[in-house]
């Protein structure tokens, strides 16, 4: 998962808006959004490689995502898969902060990544960079593949286009969608320096990527109802084709 929209308790009739696009290289075997067999309150796509998650919700109102860390240091070669992280916390009974608090001690283990958690009552961000876990106040959040709103020409430009249509009481879904599928390519100048070269920087620089043998795997719109109900829509993106499938599911808590 690379880049995330996330409004916490600013919409009259939501309590959780979630946009995001998950990227990834299009060789890596993916099983689309559905119930796992083996976690039945457990709602996300699965990666088949690693056997977890990029983003999911359960049954019981809990919600995690993910984000690579990207910017400087080498990768860790066996490091534990990350996507484990979001699905551990899905089908756990820990609050929030106490899940984040217990990963701060194995954090360097792990290649960096963001990793958000919540439930009913609170949203948290930790990242493997950021310092202590924290709790999230009631606002407009976005991250991508460094810290949790570093302002990336794509973070601002697409924060600004949710923001927009979070202002409307009636939630458009296509918009969403559409602004998912964003393929501006950020000028030079405004581009961020993570140590990849700056051929790799502009192709990354578009919230809907396509990149070689790289790019939006997965777009994905959560709404969590004040009343806790669940909606989770998601489109697989098929590579070097306009073409995509959609699942949708929505369940009460």
Known sequence: MCLLFL?????PDYRLVVAANRDEYYARPTA??????DAPGLLAGRDLEGGGTWLGVSRGGRFAALTNYRRGGGRIENAPTRGRLVSDFLVSQATPGDYLQSLVASAAAYNGYNLLVGDRDCLWWFSTHGGAPRILDSGIYAVSNDLLDTPWPKVLRGKQGFEALLAARHIDKPAMFDLLMDRHIAEDDALPDTGIGLAQERVLSSIFITAGDYGTRSSTLVLV?????????ERTHEPGTAATSAVTYAFPV
């Open 7 to 11: 409004a916490w308790r600013r919409h």
């Open 225 to 233: 109802g004040a009343d806790g109900d669940v909606e989770f829509h």
């Open 32 to 37: 689309p959004a559905d119930y796992w067999e």
